[in-house]
């Protein structure tokens, strides 16, 4: 398995640009999630996902959008880049069962300017 | 709001010796909490867990120890390697708040050879 997988690494983007960070997990968990992390800090959650066409706020959900039309893909969308969302974005899933322990993707490094 | 954070943010350790890491947190209610290792550049990775009907849980060179009357977490790693050096973060989860993890801001652990 290559757990949870994102794209791009690293992205630069102008003020006001829009793209969307990619996720996928062939681990078939039914939870999927979004966190950003900004230097020397924590990871706060985005938005997060409990099934396929199932998905809410988490807790810094402003300036993103999210989708889950498939089991595998979650990705996240930013449509009008702001330098507050300069930030590493990780993506991570978990069985929704049991001792609901979290994966994590490599993550995005972002930056607006 | 509830809030999971830690004493130490930069902990240097001699290559061999005994690391131990803490956390504290807020919320009474928490009934799961995770440690998680982060390296330079890379996603969390799933170190340990414990469930808040435990105390005291055991891994390869890890242990963890929950006290919940006075709300503390804390990681111990023994024989510390140059390998341990990474980010620690705890979080935790509690029954209100469906499969949302609340991590803290992290240690930073030094290993000197």
């Known amino acids: 398995n290559a757990g949870v997988t994102q794209t791009p690494k690293f992205r630069i983007l102008k003020i006001g640009q829009s793209m969307t960070l990619q996720c996928t997990q062939d681990m078939n968990h039914n939870y999927m999630y979004w966190y950003r992390q900004d230097p020397g800090m924590g990871l706060k959650l985005i938005y997060y996902?409990?099934?396929?066409?199932?998905?809410d706020k988490g807790e810094v959900p402003n300036g993103y959008n999210v989708s889950r039309s498939t089991t595998e893909d979650f990705p996240l969308r930013l449509e009008l880049a702001a330098p507050s969302q300069t930030s590493v974005y990780f993506c991570a899933s978990s069985p929704g069962q049991g001792w609901n322990t979290q994966y994590f993707g490599p993550g995005t490094r972002l930056t607006v300017l | 709001g509830e809030s999971v954070g830690l004493h130490l943010p930069t902990l240097s350790v001699q290559e061999g010796d005994n690391s131990i890491i803490n956390c504290a947190y807020s919320?009474?209610?928490?009934?799961?909490f995770i440690w998680y290792k982060q390296e330079s550049g890379k996603g969390p990775q799933f170190i340990i867990d414990?469930?808040?009907?435990?105390d005291k849980r055991q891994g390869q060179r890890v242990t963890v120890l929950l006290n919940k009357t006075v709300k503390h977490l804390s990681l111990q790693i023994a024989a510390t390697q140059p390998g341990d050096s990474a980010v620690y973060f705890c979080?935790?989860?509690?029954?209100?708040?469906?499969?949302?993890?609340?991590f803290g801001g992290g240690t930073r652990v030094l290993v000197k050879p």
């Open positions: 979080a935790e989860n509690h029954k209100a708040a469906v499969n949302k993890l609340t």
């Open positions: 414990i469930r808040s009907n435990m």
């Open positions: 919320n009474s209610a928490s009934d799961y």
């Open positions: 996902s409990v099934g396929a066409g199932i998905t």
